[in-house]
């Protein structure tokens, strides 16, 4: 840091100095013009600035009288601009805070309210951006889970309603268990338009006559067909003839041969004598749950074939161990496996890993038999697995999917860009346990390390105990 009096004497003797840190700029010293205009882009949004308006952000003053002289160097320059970028998001964030709780005083002090009657009130944002409330007077929810499943149940409601169309007649009937004819097919429906059939009952729209009838049988008739083999009751007879053929008429499977209790259960184990296989990554599923799992999660491209889906926000964590997950599954698998145990682990022939499927140990099996099977078709190189032929095509096409958030770079992998952000953003995390001498990346500290076991480096300890487990050192 420079000197008060070497500042001082910089400015006075009228020597080219930047006007923040006052160091001379000589001519091999980069350096800009304070007047000189630069786009500032910020979410989306670009905005061209003077470097004496930044300047002046930066020291909390309404004009330019704190700048004393005409250039900035680079350094400073570079560190006004990242200041001033950072001040922006503060004041954004702190407008969008301010607004949404004034937003949500309102909604709360709304005078439709009535507080009297109301049990339960549920406040919710929509996609707009504005606060909507809703009344509940029946009930007061005490569990997240049931809060949750009475809210779905009120905005839905509500929905229907606002869509609901009048029908020109209403049923002859009133729809209660006193007055209601007991036989369905004799059920008088509403004379409603060609093309809206209503239910007074719950507001479910249909676009004839047959597909309310169908709703009505199936919801809201009286169950007066019991099934004689099972608690179950229906409101049709037809109802009834199709439960008990799936779910107590036993079935035989006409390729393997196995016997089922219904069919029901015969039409889930079909499932594995499917062959699915994706048109784009050529891989093969046994069951539709798989197959349908696999293309839900869009991770094929038709100009590599398959790559990893980054998966980088981890909203699920382990209690016991804190490791994150993008997916509550594979959290719930984690915790079968890890901590309690009782999943079925599937053992590498190689090492000691445990792993919970199949597919995982397959893919981890490559790493000792080095097997090259996939090509690229640009350059004839052979890969391990498909992700490394997907970074490496990645070279001859030139894509670079992965933007460092804090500059304009761009990376071909994840990797890469961490390795970029511990380097050119983060400060020095990794700390060695010896000397307490830090470094930015895992790669230095064992470097570091491996010097205070060596006798013929000025760093070398004697009798320094090794790291547990297989830690390099």
Known sequence: MLSGKTAVYNVLHSRDTCTLCFHIINEETSFFHVDDNIVVKENDETADITFTQIIATLLAVHDASTVITRKICKPCATSAIYCFKFINRCRQSRLLLTNTISKLSSCLNDSKIDTESTKTLYVANDENGQFLNYSDKLSKAKTTSKVLRRFKTIVKRQRRAKQAV???????????????????????????????????????????????????ERTHAPKIHKCPDCPKAFGAAYLLKMHAQDSHIAAICDVCGKKYANRHSLKMHSYNHANLRCPICNRHYKSRFSFKKHVDAKICTKEVGWQKKDNGNKNFFCDSCGKGFAK???????????????????????????????????????????????????????????????????????????????????????SRRMDHVRRRHMGATQQCDICSSKFKTPSGLRKHRRRHFNPSSKLFVQNVPALPGNVEV
């Open 166 to 216: 009048k029908v020109e007649n209403n049923y002859n009937d009133e729809f209660d268990n006193d007055t209601i004819d007991t036989n369905p097919a004799e059920l008088k429906l509403p004379n409603g338009s060609h093309d809206s059939f209503l239910c007074e009952l719950c507001s479910a729209k249909y676009t004839d006559r047959k597909g309310l009838k169908s709703h009505f």
């Open 328 to 414: 509550k599954y594979s959290l719930y698998i984690h915790i079968k496996f890890e901590h309690e145990k009782s999943y079925k682990s599937f053992d590498c022939a190689w090492c000691d890993k445990k792993f919970p499927a199949a597919s995982r140990l397959k893919y981890h099996m490559v790493k000792h038999t080095r097997e090259r099977n996939f090509t690229c078709e640009t350059c004839g190189g052979k890969f391990v697995t498909k992700p490394a032929l997907v970074y490496h095509t990645r070279i001859h096409t030139g894509e670079t999917p992965y933007a460092c958030e804090f500059c304009d770079m761009k990376f071909l992998s994840t």
